[in-house]
């Protein structure tokens, strides 16, 4: 594959600048997924980065041409993160400031509307029709389709922007007002690189756009690393919860099926959490909560609690005391069950232990 080929490609000082700009987005991206585990928001934000990283990486790629049959490959590729970047702003802008479950439907349908872009980008030419030399190497040049995302993009990047400036008013002073005056201003910044437009209709203008970018990545780092990329909500407090509990905490549905197991679940019946959910508890371990036990829980909707063994593959024997109650919808009627098992094997050992020294003190003291 020509792509491949390192032939085609030479020196050029002008792809230095978005190739290191790309791999700081890259790193920005995946320290905020790993910092935030894993969350909504972060996972947004890893989105954003992603698409960026995309359009500067590619344009990196189309610099370094040297073949004109190359360098319309690596501008597709390219424009395959530009049409992305405007929906993933918007969802990310929807996610920090609390209204993406509000505007679910608007945030996954610019997400369908980058999609398409894209299929236009690597399968016809009315994105990229071609690729043309300037004094900094080659650079795509758009056709007719590029209009109407070039309407998609402001109008979403705008949204975003005055999204920003109106949480940002209403917000009262503390964390979240200084992290939502913080992105206002970096992604200001940022959007000062849809200057590399201009190039792609002909103008010679050159494309600095990977230095606001740069900017971007300064004041959104400094941000994160002084605040939180959201806000402690339920949900997410929740989540860290159940990661702390040291007891094994399950939720069922109304049919027993695993909906929810924290990591102490998982280490009791020796079963990741993707192994874990979807199956009925009494497959996973038919003495725990037997099935003709959950079913008197729904008749009957009160607390129960009882005693089990756990026997391990490798044949220890855990006691656990074991509370079930139920999780109640708006009409009364029961939406989850909640199972709390607790271990009482050492407790029980210690009992143990007890009654057979008070016995042989009883014995003692007969003989």
Known sequence: MDLFRLFHYGPNGHALPPLLVGLAVVVLGAVVLAREQGSPGSMAFFGMTSAGAV??????????????????????????????????????????????????????????????????????????????????GYFPQYGPVSIPFLVFFSVLLVASLLIYHREYRRAPEGIRKRRLGAFLLAFGISYLGSVDFAPAFGVPLYPFGCFPVLIFLGITAAALWRCRLVDITPAFAAAQILRTVSDTLLVFDQEGVVRVANPTACDLFEQTEEQLLGQPIWRVDAGFFPRERFEAFLRTRVVHRYETVHLSSHGKKTVLDVAVSGIRDEFGEPAAVVCVARDLTERKMAEEELRRAHEALRRSHVV
Do not use: H
């Open 55 to 136: 359009w500067l990486l590619g344009s990196t790629g189309f610099y370094f041409a040297r073949d004109p049959s190359v360098a319309l490959q690596w501008a597709r590729i390219e424009n395959c993160g530009v049409v992305f970047i405007p929906s993933m702003v918007f969802l990310f802008t929807l996610d920090v400031t609390g209204k993406l479950w509000r505007f679910r439907a608007l945030a996954l349908a610019s997400v369908m509307v980058s999609f398409g872009f894209c299929f236009s980008v690597l399968f016809t030419s009315g994105f990229v029709r071609s690729v043309r030399m300037f004094p900094w």
